[in-house]
Structures are given as structure tokens and as C-alpha cells.
């Protein structure tokens, strides 16, 4: 599953490195990848030129979305348009990102799926637009702010060089699948609060705690005036989704 040598890129005749890339990279995830979503052991490739995703599922489905890179640990990952992908999030028509780095034998050392639903305004950057000299001048593209997304929404497949069971990454993945019901700005709201708690590095948290957060939740979302009442709103919808207990009044724990 791991070796990207096997497809016969390198000799081809390609515009760029990048496009090289792409197709030996979507030709190893169409053979090599499983949906995530459901029991399906094959993903379909795309048709050429098709935008926002590279890759489906046919018995569910789902979409998905593949970047490739060298690096690893990146803080965020290059995009396409900014707009674009706001209204994609805010229409629910995100893919799922699958975010693979293979190393100079091109072998794939680590591979993670971040799903659809994890993808808010917040994780979002934009980027300045091209310069009058550009082939598309003024354009605004946008970066993924992989950083931004809670350890809960990176669904790890391979690590270090070592495949994940599938059967793990898909219980991962129908455990996150309660959020896929919250829509819109709260699903934002929520994830932001994830976010918020996962930074205190701590298995066990009071309110006081996450209220830290109050200024940094403020700025994400400029037109609410009563944050701690949303974010003790918000712990109540992790709670019900099994993120969290509450193990005290004010005192909750990390499931």
C-alpha cells in the first residue's frame, strides 16, 4: 500500500512537477485508498478537470479531496479560491481532505483524512490576490490552516510509514459523524470550542479554564456579544455528541 514507484510517471511528458505529482498520486489513492465513511475498499478517481474533489466513493457517496507534499507538519496546506470555498462550507459541499506526504523514494510516510464536516470559516485563510501581471490577475486563492483543525478531525491512516486497520480509522470516523448533523454557524461554534479546549493540554478542564478562550472565540465570531453563554452552549453539544462529560457542575472531562 505504501510505495508510489509502481505507476510510470516520472518518464511521462508533463507540463510541470506538480502535475506529475498529481496523477501518480491519485493513481495510488484509487488503488490503494478506502472510503473512510462506510465498508467500501475502493475509491474512484475523478474525471479530468472536475473541480473540488479528485476522488469518490460510489456506494456512499462521499467526496475527497487530495494534497500531496514532500514536507510534513506543515501549518497549512495551499488551496483553490477563497470565495469559492466559503460557499462551500457554508452550502455543506466541502470534500473530505486527504492529506498524504511521501519522502524522496516516494514512499508515502504519512497519510491523514480530515472530513468534510470539520471544515469552518475559521480554519479558512485568505490569500493576497495575484498581481496585475498574473494570468489571472486579481484572483484570491485561500490556504488551509491545517494547524486550526482539532486533533479529533485528523483521522490518521498511515504514520511514520505504518498503516493504520482500516477498521480503526472507520470507528474514528462514525464517531466524528454526530457533528455532520450540526449545521452551519454552530457547527463553527462547536468546533471552535473544540479547538479551544484541546489547546489547554489537559484531560480535565473547569469553565473557568475554557473561559481563557473568551477573547480569541470573540474575535472568531465578531458579531456575538455573549460568548460565555455560547460557550457553555457549545460543551453542552460536545457533551451530547461524546466529546465530553461533565463529571461536576462546571468541571468536565475529555472522552
Known amino acids: 500500500m505504501i510505495n508510489l514507484q509502481m ?10 512537477r506538480a502535475q506529475m505529482v498529481r496523477v501518480i498520486t491519485e493513481a495510488w489513492a484509487e488503488l ?5 465513511a462506510c465498508v467500501s475498499d475502493k475509491l474512484e478517481r475523478a474525471p479530468d478537470n472536475t473541480p473540488a474533489f479528485d476522488l469518490s466513493c460510489s456506494e456512499c457517496g462521499q467526496h475527497f479531496q487530495l494534497k500531496s507534499s514532500r514536507r510534513w507538519g506543515q501549518s497549512k496546506i495551499v488551496d483553490a479560491g477563497y470565495d469559492a470555498m466559503l460557499r462551500a462550507i457554508r452550502s455543506d459541499r466541502v470534500p473530505n481532505l486527504v492529506y498524504m506526504q511521501y519522502d524522496g523514494t516516494w514512499t508515502v510516510q504519512n497519510l491523514l483524512i480530515v472530513p468534510y464536516f470539520f471544515f469552518t470559516e475559521s480554519v479558512v485563510e485568505q490569500r ?9 490577475a486579481g484572483w484570491v486563492g485561500c490556504n488551509i490552516l491545517i494547524r486550526e483543525i482539532p486533533i479529533d478531525g485528523k483521522l490518521v491512516v498511515v504514520q511514520e510509514g505504518r498503516v493504520r486497520p482500516a477498521d480503526e480509522v ?15 454557524e454552530l457547527r463553527g461554534w ?11 493540554n489537559k484531560s480535565e478542564f473547569t469553565l473557568e479554564d475554557i473561559y481563557q478562550s473568551t477573547s480569541a472565540l ?32 462546571s468541571h468536565y472531562r475529555i472522552l
Not at 490503494?32 to 473512510?36: A, D, F, G, I, K
Not at 493576497?128 to 489571472?136: D, S, V
Not at 462547536?190 to 489547554?200: G, I, K, P, W
Request: charged share 25%; hydrophobic share 35%; with cysteine.
Open 170 to 184: 472507520r470507528r474514528g470516523f462514525d464517531h466524528l459523524r454526530g457533528l455532520s448533523t450540526v449545521k452551519g
Open 218 to 249: 470573540q474575535a472568531l465570531h465578531p458579531n456575538n456579544r455573549n460568548v460565555q453563554p455560547k460557550i457553555r452552549q457549545q460543551l453542552q453539544k460536545l457533551r451530547d455528541l461524546n466529546f465530553l462529560e461533565f463529571t461536576s457542575p
Open 32 to 36: 490503494n485508498l478506502y472510503c473512510p
Open 128 to 136: 493576497k490576490p495575484l498581481g496585475p501581471k498574473a494570468r489571472r
Open 190 to 200: 462547536a468546533l471552535d470550542v473544540l479547538r479551544a479546549v484541546r489547546n489547554l
Open 7 to 16: 505507476f510510470p510517471a516520472m518518464g511521462s511528458d508533463y507540463r510541470s
